[in-house]
């Protein structure tokens, strides 16, 4: 059974940086994209980073871009997301997510999902 973990997140100020780590089991995931994902309250959820499995390539959304840093370590199947230079409008839930269709920023591309981590960034 695939599990997806997510940690990291918590309350920090605008300016400060974290580093969300989402463990991956169940499976290899040498084929796979995993992404990043976030949900604000009262808005859709949205892509922010994805990254391949195999050849380590990303993509990110823009609002993210120079900002955020995905990252993956084979030997610990754990991705993660830096983020540094936290603004007030990073502040969602951010979840995890896994899928086989290539790095892709639709939610339907994605076969499983963590449970989120919530990150807070006050003014």
């Known amino acids: 059974q695939v599990q997806l973990v997510e940690s990291g997140g918590g309350l920090v100020q605008a300016g400060d940086s974290l580093r969300l780590s989402c463990a991956a089991s169940?499976?290899?995931?040498?084929?796979?994209?995993m992404a990043w994902f976030r949900q604000a309250p009262g808005k859709e959820r949205e892509f922010v980073a994805a990254?391949?499995?195999?050849?380590?390539?990303?993509y990110y959304a823009d609002f993210v871009k120079g900002r955020f840093t995905i990252s993956k370590d084979n030997a610990k199947n754990t991705v993660y997301l830096r983020m540094n230079s936290l603004k007030p409008e990073d502040t969602a839930v951010y979840y995890c997510?896994?899928?086989?269709?290539?790095?892709?920023?639709?939610?339907?591309?994605?076969?499983?999902w963590g449970q989120g981590t919530q990150v807070t960034v006050s003014s």
């Open positions: 997510a896994a899928g086989r269709r290539g790095i892709l920023t639709t939610r339907g591309a994605y076969d499983y």
């Open positions: 169940g499976r290899t995931f040498s084929t796979w994209t």
């Open positions: 990254i391949g499995w195999a050849y380590g390539n990303t």
